[in-house]
T-cell receptor, first 110, second 112 residues
Framework: AQRVTQPEKLLSVFKGAPVELKCNYS??????LFWYVQYSRQRLQLLLR??SRESIKGFTADLNKGETSFHLKKPFAQEEDSAMYYC????????????FGTGTQLKVEL | NAGVTQTPKFRVLKTGQSMTLLCAQD?????MYWYRQDPGMGLRLIHY???????AKGEVPDGYNVSRLKKQNFLLGLESAAPSQTSVYFC???????????FGEGSRLTVL
């Protein structure tokens, strides 16, 4: 079965501390993974995708096929990073469908 | 550009009532989706469409119907609302293949 697991519902860190949001997936083929973010009172939006291997707002995510993980990392958390983060897996079978994890609420404290 | 627009944004229904959520996008996207968001469940796909006149079931389609009569619009219908359908509903659209979905602001539905 194709599944995305985000084990942490809430992650609280202090400003300036490193952040790691965990994401594990279950998929039999070659996965395409994404991180989406929802800031307070804003729309859910794409943060980054693994195929582009880019850093967005200081966040990076590396696909580890051996551990079936796609953890989101940032070396120094900022207050504006507080948001809900969703890991998502592109499903096979056409339609560009995404299956989402349950989300992790990141809270950056001063 | 407005992007993806959902109406209404809030609605309270009684059990057994019917209603339709409207999603409109102005980006000329082929694909459109309806998701529901529930606490602890993340986003779950209800139905989707890969083009005008086409619809397909997602992960949790029961109790919902959809139509895509025009490319820019995707309607989600509840024929007989149930309390289990209390949720926040999100519409999204995308170009084929990219994996980048553009979301609406959400519609909060409460069924009493």
């Amino acid at each position: 079965a194709q599944r995305v697991t985000q084990p942490e519902k809430l992650l609280s860190v202090f400003k300036g501390a490193p952040v790691e949001l965990k994401c594990n997936y279950s998929y039999s083929g070659s996965p395409e993974l994404f991180w989406y973010v929802q800031y307070s009172r804003q729309r859910l939006q794409l943060l980054l995708r693994h195929i582009s291997r880019e850093s967005i707002k200081g966040f990076t995510a590396d696909l580890n096929k051996g551990e079936t993980s796609f953890h989101l990392k940032k070396p120094f958390a900022q207050e504006e990073d507080s948001a809900m983060y969703y890991c998502a897996l592109l499903l096979t079978g056409g339609g560009n469908k995404l299956t989402f994890g349950t989300g992790t609420q990141l809270k950056v404290e001063l | 550009n407005a992007g993806v627009t959902q109406t209404p944004k809030f609605r309270v229904l009684k059990t057994g009532q019917s209603m339709t959520l409207l999603c409109a996008q102005d980006m000329n996207h082929e694909y459109m989706y309806w998701y529901r968001q529930d606490p602890g469940m993340g986003l779950r796909l209800i139905h989707y469409s890969v083009g005008e006149g086409t619809t397909a079931k997602g992960e949790v389609p029961d109790g919902y119907n959809v139509s895509r009569l025009k490319k820019q619009n995707f309607l989600l219908g509840l024929e007989s609302a149930a309390p289990s359908q209390t949720s926040v509903y999100f519409c999204a659209s995308s170009y084929p293949i990219t994996g980048e979905l553009f979301f609406g602001e959400g519609s909060r539905l409460t069924v009493l």
